[in-house]
């Protein structure tokens, strides 16, 4: 089974910054993604940008020029890092990976970590 562990969330003032982490364990895929979406209370879960396997990677407009995304292969690790936040980027950010066939497949979930701009 696929693990996803999330960190790194918390509580920041507006144009602060916040690293978030998502450590995968268990996968199998040889084309794959991983991203990171996020859900603000009473809304919908949003895209916020991933990577696939090829190495191209996609940041939503929303958070563009202040979010990047990134992998660390040795350590299987999908990285945002989020600058200029703001109280808008307040949600709950959720890890996923999938399978990547023209398109990512996202059949994987973390739990969530919490940001918080004020």
């Known amino acids: 089974d696929v693990q996803l562990v999330e960190s790194g969330g918390g509580s920041v003032q507006a144009g602060g910054s916040l690293r978030l982490s998502c450590a995968a364990s268990g996968y199998t895929y040889s084309s794959y993604c991983m991203g990171w979406f996020r859900q603000a209370p009473g809304k919908e879960r949003e895209w916020v940008g991933h990577f696939d396997s090829d190495g191209a990677s996609s940041i939503a407009d929303p958070v563009k020029g202040r979010f990047t995304i990134s992998k660390d292969s040795a350590k299987n690790t999908a990285l945002l890092q989020m600058n200029s936040l703001k109280p808008e980027d307040t949600a709950l950010y959720f890890c996923?990976?999938?399978?990547?066939?023209?398109?990512?497949?996202?059949?994987?979930w973390g739990q969530g970590t919490q940001v918080t701009v004020s």
């Open positions: 996923a990976a999938g399978r990547y066939d023209f398109q990512c497949i996202w059949d994987s």
